[in-house]
């Protein structure tokens, strides 16, 4: 957690020394934004991400913002795994190789977060920060082949190296701390678009990017 505080500071200090203050009294406006794009690790093991926020004014520079999303990530980890199984329909046990590709997490970040606005343009670029905590869930993607040492009337008699159950996966639940920059577009005086990129450093799984472009209204 110590990185992610420092991270943290490193990103707000800016912001404190920079905000441009006005008439606007804070959470005086509020906004929603819909966005999708793609979450990744590497570009070749790509993943889809959604991302509702509710965001409001704290200056007239800065919104605070609160998302739930949705997105998939990949981590292109291949190994063998031995184990064995039992089989109800021939009363034996069988030795088995998952020959695992690569593990895909299903996740829904639930993150508290800001935008510093650089400039209040039409066209406008601004940084980003967010913190919160992804809760997903986890499986293994290859081909499991059954019976390749053959099977056994008995544990004992199973080969040394195919003599475990298959172990839990960890569902990569954890913390996450991001950074990113994007660029807004104003279509009216309450809708725009905007562009984004986010760098996630997560505890638990693979460090993800994503690029991610919505409205706001």
Do not use: C, W
């Not at 590497?42 to 919104?63: P, R």
């Not at 701390?177 to 994007?182: I, L, N, P």
């Not at 986010?198 to 991610?212: D, G, K, T």
């Amino acid at each position: 957690m110590k990185k992610y505080f420092v991270l943290f500071m490193l990103v707000l200090t800016p912001i404190l020394f920079a905000q441009d203050f006005d008439n606007n009294s804070m959470f005086s406006k509020f906004y929603f934004s819909v966005l999708g794009g793609t979450n990744f690790n590497t570009l070749s093991a790509a993943g889809t991400a959604i991302s509702f926020e509710v965001k409001s004014n704290i200056t007239s520079n800065i919104n605070a913002k609160l998302s739930i999303g949705y997105s998939t990530l990949y981590d292109n980890n291949s190994y063998n795994l031995r184990y064995y199984g039992y089989s109800d329909f021939t009363s034996k046990y069988d030795t088995r190789l998952l020959a695992v590709d690569r593990v895909k997490y299903t996740i829904i970040p639930v993150t508290l977060g800001a935008e510093y606005f650089i400039s209040k343009t039409k066209l406008a670029p601004f940084g980003l920060f967010e913190f919160g905590y992804n809760f997903s869930s986890s499986v293994t993607e290859g081909i499991t082949h059954y019976g390749i040492a053959g099977t056994f009337d008995k544990v004992n008699e199973i080969p040394e190296e195919y003599r475990q159950t298959a172990p839990a996966l960890d569902d990569g639940s954890s913390f996450s701390f991001g950074v990113g920059v994007g660029l807004r577009y104003m279509l009216t005086d309450r809708m725009d678009i905007n562009i984004r990129y986010v760098y996630h450093s997560n505890e638990a799984i693979i460090n993800n990017n994503q690029v991610l472009i919505g409205f706001t209204f």
